[in-house]
């Protein structure tokens, strides 16, 4: 299809509660791969659904020149889902079994369609994507959740659609699958707009739109590009409210002398009036031009003082919709241990094969990236090193002093607010240091008096991390399972740059390699085919 493309005129959201999302948004979208990008919150799953038509906007409207097919950032497999329904080719795939049986039914005809080989592509497809132990009627509630997302991509570009919209599609999937979704990726010859954290997954990406408050700014690059861009943009902005700011300090300043010399004039006037034989008339005349004067100025002065107010604001506006996330260092208050854990010939619970027994020494300044295959063991040696779960077999001594986030984020209530937690794991800072160290975080009053189960997965996660680093005791150990999932590029970033100055022992899981780069580590212990193997960087 020629000229294929997606354009949103006006587009407008206003949430249930009345509050307004995103408005007036203008953008054509054309054939290029593009990166959605932007905070937590900003609304950019609510904007893919509009864009894939599964959502109305409030206002405006989006035109469609072709087909699209959107996927979600959680697939949803009802009970006796097979591999076919994920992949979405069941009913043809059932259309085409009835004909191959005799039927005549026009019906099943239309469903079909031009897709004859239907089973050949889908079995051409899992192989291709390393699925080949899958066929169509495997039941979906076997898979993994990196294997239902990679499922449904493949039923995404089996659609034949003019553009796909995939929500978050990198979640879940290994380093090894992550890099051949990228690869798939690039294979695809229509439209595609991916929404993503994934860096290296931008990378891929040939522009990079970013939605925030001010609106949808189009970067013509891949991530690095709009990172560079982005830096620039900031600069600009900080040295713009500077000038803008001096500009109304210099007014404001050769205000205040118009107002001396004013006042000045007026009182020398009021005394030669007192002091002249003149008639009443002509002194109240006199008092009556001054006073004129004295209000003209004032009324100039004021409008001038609103014209530079709302430069600031306006050159304000700019740097707070990019106002950085800050996270506190983490004091360690103990001298750091020479050793926080020692697993001797370990057995893990649930996992298989070499990397079921591992035997691990972690000193008290060591940073280790755990990486490795989905199912390989990850999850459960981290649970076993904070004490959630007993080894098989073994001697496991690991300190007492550590911290554990877990993907489920088990160690924050979803009853309770985020405030009221953190109250309760630190019981010497005031409340407002608290709310200081939340609203840094990016967590604004309302959302910490929120009980946190509502909260979206990007704030659960930042609430579950305030609990443990700016806990009373702060950890010797910090045991970290994806902690940036769900997390937008700013608070990545900040995360990194809080973890790269933490001083303790950290262990940390992760399938992003661009996040594990920006950590420095000091080594990475590696879940091969025979087994556990540390290796020093």
């Keep these: 299809m020629t000229n294929t493309h997606l354009v949103l005129k006006d587009v407008s959201y206003v949430l249930p509660d009345g509050r307004t999302l995103f408005s007036d948004l203008h953008k054509q979208f054309d054939m290029r791969s593009t990166g959605l990008v932007g905070r937590n919150g900003v609304g950019k799953t609510l904007l893919a659904r509009i864009l894939a038509g599964s959502l109305q906007p409030t206002t405006g409207r989006c035109q469609r020149s072709g087909s699209v097919h959107y996927l979600a950032q959680q697939v949803v497999h009802p009970e006796g889902s097979t591999v076919a329904d994920l992949a979405g080719v069941n009913h043809t795939l059932d259309a085409l079994a009835r004909i191959e049986s005799g039927s005549t039914a026009p019906a099943d005809f239309d469903t079909v369609g031009d897709h004859w080989d239907i089973h050949q592509r889908l079995r051409y497809e899992l192989e291709r994507n390393n699925l080949s132990h899958l066929e169509a009627d495997t039941p979906a509630s076997i898979l993994s959740g990196g294997e239902v997302m990679r499922v449904s991509l493949i039923g995404a570009m089996l659609s034949d659609a003019d553009f796909l919209i995939l929500d978050e599609p990198s979640n879940h999937l290994d380093r090894p699958n992550r890099q051949a979704q990228i690869e798939q990726l690039q294979r695809w ?6 929404v993503s954290h994934d860096r290296q997954l931008l990378e891929s990406m040939e522009c990079i739109v970013e939605l925030s408050s001010q609106g949808l700014h189009s970067y013509g690059g891949n991530y690095s590009f709009y990172a560079e861009t982005k830096a620039h943009e900031r600069q600009n902005a900080l040295q713009n409210l500077g000038e803008r700011k001096l500009e109304r300090q210099r007014q404001e300043q050769g205000m205040r002398k118009q107002r001396v010399r004013q006042e000045r004039r007026q009182a020398r006037g009021n005394r030669q009036g007192k002091e002249a034989n003149q008639a009443k008339i002509l002194l109240g005349r006199q008092k009556e031009r001054s006073e004129t004067s004295w209000g003209t100025l004032r009324q100039k002065q004021a409008a001038s003082r609103a014209q530079l107010n709302q430069r600031v604001r306006e050159a304000a506006q700019q740097v707070e919709d990019e106002s950085q996330i800050t996270l506190h260092e983490i004091p360690i208050t103990q001298s750091v241990k020479r050793q926080v ?3 001797n010939g370990v057995e893990l619970p649930y996992v298989g094969g070499a990397t079921r027994t591992i035997s691990l020494f972690v000193g008290g300044q060591q940073r280790i990236g755990v990486v490795g295959p989905n199912g390989c063991g990850k999850s459960t040696l981290l649970r076993v090193l904070a004490g959630q ?30 405030l009221e937690q953190l109250q309760l794991a630190n019981r010497t800072a005031t409340e407002g240091d608290l709310r200081m160290r939340l609203a840094q975080l990016g967590l604004d009053a309302r959302k910490i008096v929120t009980p946190s189960g509502s909260l979206s997965g990007g704030e659960r996660i930042k609430g579950a991390l ?5 806990a009373d005791s702060p950890p010797q150990l910090l045991l970290l399972d994806e902690p940036n999932n769900h997390l937008d590029l700013p608070s990545v970033q900040a995360l990194e740059s809080m973890l790269r100055s933490y001083q303790g022992a950290l262990i940390v899981v992760s399938h992003d390699d661009s996040f594990l780069e920006n950590l420095g580590l000091t080594d990475r212990l590696l879940a091969t085919e025979h087994g556990w193997s540390l290796e020093p960087l």
């Design 466 to 470: 305030a609990c443990i680093l700016y």
């Design 341 to 343: 854990a020692d697993l």
């Design 389 to 418: 779960v007993a080894p098989l077999a073994g001697v496991s001594k690991v300190t007492p002093e550590n911290a554990y986030l877990d993907q489920r984020l088990e160690n924050l209530d979803p009853e309770k607010t985020i």
């Design 189 to 194: 010859p229509r439209g595609l707009i991916v």
